[in-house]
């Protein structure tokens, strides 16, 4: 029986879904993005650190086991603790995963092969890390508070850096070739930006290569902000079928693949964006997950679907596509962002430009049909009990804007987080502006202008909520 959930957190692409292509692109044109590469080159095992969440959120029942402990790196260049670092036993905590222990042969939730990773911490171990012990112990320090402060709400302040920053990076661009025919590989180009040509018009944010950039730094503050984790759901140590739902550049599901050989990986977005070389065990497909669901039911041990909120218009059919196709016991996650800021002090008034930015970014996207705050209010873990799924659970992390935690780690996430959004500003507003506002580019150029400058005030102390939910088909479905 489900346990029934505290009280949420009152906080608040693209999509794609598991398809044969032949059966949802004109012949000719359905082509698997990605072929195997040869088999990788096993990296050297990591030492870990267990990181444990901290009590103090309301995060939803839950039933997961608390055998997960995934291992990660720690010191950002690659390398890792020499023992595990517990403090579940003298807390009342859960622990930050529920995904089971990889055994003694444990590896970085998440594994270093994946492209274009935007930091260190997707660097392989290659030999032993030259840490001492007081070192190690200080890294584990940062870690466990960043895991506290991150989760109950109480990142601490760095008073000497609360005055204005400049000191975020330029833009790089990458590529990633495809496979795919020419009429599946075209583009729209709009206002100087490139967007996805299959179902165009579904997804109103742009995939060329800066994007590309954004996304896998995204990706990379994200893995920091949770200890490495790539997932939370307990999917255990064989999942067979994995299936990633608005999978972008492909970053998450190649580290999948490296993480669970046993498992075969697909992953669908709108964009054939993805690499070539891949482990063989993964592979891309353009499909749309609003779609119908072409794939056997009962299949999948494990879906997963993260930074789709802005994309997704109907979750509750998204959530009952994936209960059909989700084998009975499998789980279905989803890690989501309420893009709008909270200042962690209140002192954020509603027309800070930030606010404004991003309120008419929802009001943008509400006319086009996107629900871009359904996240908030714990909607999402209510409808996917509402649509079936049992032992649901949502956790709430800050990821702060900018450089003002005291945490080591936090004030790392904040850097990336604010470099994501400030580099992302004109690719985040053009497409609900002009398309779902009416504005002209110019005036959405006039508007970012005082947005820029605004993400660089560090005393209003702006943060964003990760939202992390996800819950289990029920063994008797």
Known sequence: ??????????????????????????????????????????????????????????????????????SFSTDGKGSALSSYVDISESRNVTPLTSAPSLG???????????????????????????VSEAEAEEIALEHREAATQAEEGSILIDSDDLATDDGYGSDTATNASTSLADSVRDYVYENGRRYHKFREGHYNFPNDDVEQQRED??????????????????????????????????????????????????????????????????????????????????????????????????????????????????????????????????????????AQYWGLIRD??????????????????????????????????????GTWPKNKVLKTVGLYWRTVLTDGIQAIALGPLTRGCGWSPSEVEMFLVEVRKAYKDNSSLMYMPLHIIYGQKPLNY
């Not at 003694?104 to 030259?130: F, I, K, L, T, V």
């Not at 009962?298 to 109907?314: C, E, L, P, Q």
């Not at 359904?374 to 649509?387: D, P, Q």
Request: aromatic share 6%; with cysteine; proline share 10%.
């Open 217 to 354: 730094m995204k990706h990379s503050m994200v893995k920091m902000l949770c200890g490495g984790q790539l997932y939370f759901a307990p999917i255990g140590n064989r999942p067979q079928h994995i299936l990633d739902i608005g999978t972008g550049t492909g970053i998450w599901a190649i580290e999948m693949g490296d993480l669970f050989e046993s498992a075969n990986i697909l992953g669908i977005d709108l964009s054939p964006i993805q690499p070539d070389w891949v482990p063989p065990n993964v592979r891309f497909m353009v499909d749309d997950a609003e779609s119908p669901w072409l794939h056997p039911r009962n299949h999948f041990d494990y879906v997963h679907a993260r930074h789709t909120v802005m994309g997704i218009k109907n979750w509750s059919t998204l959530m009952r596509r994936a209960l059909e196709h989700i084998r009975p016991g499998g789980w279905f996650e989803m890690q989501e962002v309420l893009h709008y800021p909270i200042s962690s002090n209140n002192s954020m008034a509603p027309d800070h430009p930030v």
């Open 104 to 130: 003694e042969n444990s590896r970085n939730n998440g594994s270093s092969s994946a492209r274009n990773a935007a930091n260190d911490e997707q660097e392989e171990d290659h030999g032993s890390p030259d």
């Open 364 to 401: 943008g996207l509400d006319n086009l049909g996107v629900n871009f705050h359904a996240v908030a209010n714990g909607k999402l873990s209510t409808m996917m009990r509402e649509c079936g799924f049992v032992n649901v659970t949502e956790r709430v992390l800050q990821i702060p804007i």
């Open 1 to 70: 029986m489900e346990q029934q959930p505290e009280k949420q957190h009152d906080d608040g692409p693209v999509s794609s879904s598991a398809a044969d292509p032949n059966d949802k692109i004109p012949s000719g044109e359905a082509e698997t993005l990605a072929q195997p590469a040869p088999a990788k080159q096993q990296p050297s095992k990591p030492l870990a650190l267990n990181n444990p969440i901290p009590s103090g959120i309301p995060t939803g029942s839950s039933s997961s086991p608390a055998d997960g402990r995934p």
